[in-house]
């Protein structure tokens, strides 16, 4: 279950000027433990028996053994970690508590595939008795909303941990678009744009939508500004995209290719704005899906960084 606390909206305002959005070396102590505590849900706990215990836990230690099986054999080790005889249970999360970031992101691919390919096929009876309290696939999103929290650069997806700056869109789209906003004019654009990223992280697509649109629209102005072409107050972004047109801003020479861009600029972002999330919800709740915030984040990227250096 995930609450936004006070201090961590805080933090995201703080946070909303910096360059990437993401990091990739430092496991924060804080993701360190939310994961401990989300694998223990997911995949239940282990009950140490000792000497003198009579009885049967209600519970399986035969997952945290296999997963602890695994690590072992592909790191060469007998043991996680070093210290007294621990269950698979304790020596997993003990691990998770301590080891390096590569480590731990290999620990968490092995613990995500397992919930997701083992544990998610339970029944209820199974998850039951091994004290499982929370579904396999809101362990994985939980799991991935964590790392989008914390800024590590890493999602969970289809049996794999994938590093988001080893997605095409994050590295020749999504940073490029944050270094050509640093500029004058542009600060607004930037601002928006990281603001609507710091939104996505924290799962709240509808206001990611919305300021993914005022990004682009901010960058627009900005090319006008830069330009010294006169808008109105007010302008929208098809407005500005017929001012930006009529001044030449891109090359006539494109001509049907040209038109097909101002089309998608006219059309695209500002469509799934206006359609996903500029407007009153109405009588019926309406929830922006997390594709539809990437699509706006990732198209907003895109113009942004081909008005950025078309002004240039």
């Not at 910096?18 to 939310?34: M, T």
């Not at 836990?57 to 005889?85: V, Y």
């Not at 289809?158 to 869109?169: A, L």
Request: with cysteine.
């Amino acid at each position: 279950m995930i609450f936004k606390l006070f201090s961590q909206r805080e933090r995201e305002k703080a946070q909303s000027g910096q360059e990437d959005v993401y990091q990739y070396d430092n496991v924060p102590n804080k993701l360190r433990v939310q994961v401990q505590q989300l694998l223990e849900d997911a995949i239940g706990p282990e009950y140490y028996l000792g000497p003198y215990s009579t009885g049967r836990p209600s519970h399986n230690p035969r997952d945290w053994r296999e997963i602890q099986k695994i690590l072992c054999r592909e790191f060469g080790k007998h043991q996680l970690t070093h210290g007294r005889a621990q269950t698979a249970y304790e020596d997993v999360l003990n691990f998770i508590g301590q080891c390096e970031t590569a480590e731990f992101i290999d620990t968490l691919e092995v613990a995500c595939r397992w919930i997701d390919l083992v544990i998610s096929k339970y029944g209820e009876y199974d998850r039951s008795s091994r004290g499982i309290v929370v579904e396999s696939v809101e362990a994985i999103d939980e799991i991935n909303y964590r790392f989008r929290k914390s800024s590590l650069g890493f999602s969970y997806a289809e049996g794999q941990v994938f590093r988001i700056d080893s997605d095409y869109t994050h590295d020749e789209i999504v940073k490029p678009a944050l270094k050509l906003t640093s500029g004058e004019n542009f600060h607004g654009a930037q601002d928006e744009f990281l603001q609507a990223h710091a939104h996505y992280r924290s799962g709240e697509y509808e206001q990611a939508v919305i300021l993914a649109g005022r990004a682009l629209e901010s960058a627009l102005k900005g090319a006008c500004e830069t330009k010294g072409w006169p808008y109105p107050q007010g302008a929208r972004v098809s407005d500005l995209l017929k001012i930006v047109r009529s001044n030449g801003l891109w090359p006539d020479y494109l001509d049907g290719s040209f038109d097909q861009l101002i089309a998608t600029l006219n059309t695209g972002l500002p469509k799934v704005r206006n359609d996903a999330g500029a407007h009153g919800q109405g009588s019926i709740k309406r929830t922006v899906p997390a594709y539809v915030a990437r699509y706006a984040l990732n198209l907003c990227a895109t113009k942004i960084s081909m008005i950025s250096e078309a002004v240039n």
